[in-house]
């Protein structure tokens, strides 16, 4: 069992920086792809960054691409996404999941196979 609370999310002027925080509980974090996934209102929840165990591997939506960095870090249980050059088409509730993979080399882009998820941070920003 793995539980996953973020913090980070706030409010940000258009073209402002946030860094979002993931703290996972259980063990051998390193086993499990960490993925963030947003969802705007009336719209559906979508990835926007995951990241492989060992961190040899990410992948980010076109979206986020040159903004936004995945990274992580293993001794801590802690998974990170900056995210600079904010957009108001940004604004969203940020989520935090992850899965269990054999390969510490993997990354999953498909959200309906996350076992585990956060309860989500807002983040808005304004223009």
């Known amino acids: 069992q793995v539980q996953l609370v973020e913090s980070g999310g706030g409010l940000v002027q258009d073209g402002g920086s946030l860094r979002l925080s993931c703290t996972a509980s259980?063990?051998?974090?390193?086993?499990?792809?960490m993925g963030w996934f947003r969802q705007a209102p009336g719209k559906e929840r979508k990835l926007v960054a995951t990241?492989?165990?060992?961190?040899?591997?990410?992948y980010y939506a076109d979206s986020v691409k040159g903004r936004f960095t995945i990274s992580r870090d293993n001794a801590k249980n802690l998974v990170y996404l900056q995210m600079n050059d904010l957009e108001p088409e940004d604004t969203a509730v940020y989520y935090c999941?992850?899965?269990?993979?054999?390969?510490?080399?993997?990354?999953?882009?498909?959200?309906?196979?996350?076992?585990?998820w956060g309860q989500g941070t807002q983040v808005t920003v304004s223009s």
């Open positions: 259980g063990r051998t974090f390193s086993n499990y792809v």
């Open positions: 999941a992850a899965t269990a993979r054999a390969s510490r080399d993997w990354i999953e882009t498909r959200g309906g196979l996350y076992n585990y």
């Open positions: 990241i492989s165990g060992s961190s040899s591997n990410t």
